[in-house]
């Protein structure tokens, strides 16, 4: 068959009243956006996609609606590698990561998604098999800055059963916060978002030792500086994660082979879709790196990303941005219940958006 149409369905989804709220530059946010994928094939098929969004939603819609939909349209569809790659290469010279990527994230997750209906088995099922339908999940918190807010907050994800708890804070006060309202037995990863030197880096990492982190994620900018976070990593005594930045399979293969993470995180949504992050986990698993997935999404990125994770061999975490949505196309397959994802075991990736919600909450 050959593909149809593909268009992009950017929405902004509200929060129920008293969520955490996201933020973007110290500015409180009143929704959460996502930009979902639809491909329809010639013989009525059709599979859902999602690209990275966030406030930057237009650029990926843009560049889908404009230059990889009138790529796409008329292409087999069959052979996801190869027009993957074909449209990667043709586009290359926009950028190998950024809004050019994160459209052709979107059209490459909804290819599968139609693979999988086609052969009427999971997304999970076609990368070889589920390993586990139960994923544990943990709470990916926004930043707060007040300790007071930050402990409140972590409390209250530790009681709605996540084992697994996230900051976004860059100060160690913060941390300490979090790891007295939580106790020993939560994990605790602080997730920085790129904002120091290496010898800053250090400075913190010593700072926020005595609390058991997990992971420090992402300490150094600018965050292809794979060196820097490698001696982030060697000295200062704290696990470190990072890759939701890498815009291909090569630069996490890069950052793991410079000793830089002992968690590697594509995103499904950047780096080019699904082939992209399961070329990452295999690689990954040949080096002894263990995969934790950047899933900060309430779409098809994060049904692609539930799927993915079921298919490892070793079980990870997935994270779960720590808002909710007074609306979801996806509603209950996107929400943990006592701190685990449980699989969607229909075809592709196992769950239809409500169309509705769609209509409701779109974006003009």
């Known amino acids: 068959m050959t593909i149809k149409s593909v268009t992009a369905l950017p929405l902004a989804l509200p929060l129920r009243p008293g969520s955490s709220r996201p933020a973007f530059a110290g500015r409180l946010l009143d929704v959460a956006r ?39 349209e008329g292409r087999d569809e069959s052979d996801i590698g190869a027009l993957s790659l074909e449209l990667q290469r043709t586009l290359h010279l926009f950028g190998r990561g950024g809004a050019m990527l994160y459209a052709l994230s979107g059209l490459e997750i909804a290819l ?30 926004p930043r707060y800055g007040d300790p ?19 900051l ?11 790891r007295g309202a939580v106790g020993p037995s939560v994990a605790l990863m602080m997730d920085t978002n790129c904002p120091w030197t290496v010898e800053q880096a250090l400075a913190m990492a010593e700072r926020v030792r005595p609390q058991g982190l997990l992971w420090l994620e992402e300490p150094v900018w600018p ?27 090569e630069e996490c293969i890069a950052m793991m082979d410079a000793g830089a993470v002992d968690y590697i995180q594509p995103s499904v949504t950047k ?65 943990p219940q006592h701190g685990s994802f449980a ?6 990736l196992g769950c239809e958006p409500d169309q509705a919600v769609l209509r409701r909450y779109a974006v003009a």
């Open 34 to 72: 996502m930009t979902l994928v639809r491909v329809e094939t010639t013989d009525g098929a059709v599979g859902w996609g999602e690209t990275f969004s966030h406030v930057a939603w237009q650029p990926a819609h843009v560049a889908l609606r404009d230059v990889v939909a009138p790529l796409a």
């Open 112 to 141: 599968w998604d139609i693979a999988g209906k086609r052969a009427g088995r999971s997304v999970a099922e076609l990368l070889g098999g589920a390993r586990r339908t139960a994923l544990p999940a943990y709470a990916s918190l």
């Open 148 to 166: 007071a807010a930050v402990a409140r907050n972590a409390e209250a994800a530790a009681a709605r059963g996540y084992g697994s708890v996230k």
């Open 168 to 178: 976004h804070e860059i100060g160690a006060e913060q941390v300490a916060a979090a």
């Open 223 to 249: 965050p292809e500086d794979h060196g820097g976070l490698a001696r982030v990593r060697d000295r200062g005594g704290i696990p470190v994660a990072a890759g939701e930045n890498a815009g291909s399979p």
């Open 271 to 335: 780096i080019g879709g699904i082939g992209a992050w399961t070329r990452v986990a295999h690689e990954a698993a040949a080096r002894g790196v263990a995969v934790m997935p950047h899933s900060p999404y309430f779409g098809a990125g994060l049904l692609a990303t539930l799927h993915m994770a079921a298919a490892l061999p070793d079980e990870g975490l997935v994270e779960h941005m720590y808002y909710d949505l007074d609306a979801s196309p996806f509603a209950a397959a996107i929400r």
């Open 343 to 348: 699989l969607p075991n229909g075809p592709g």
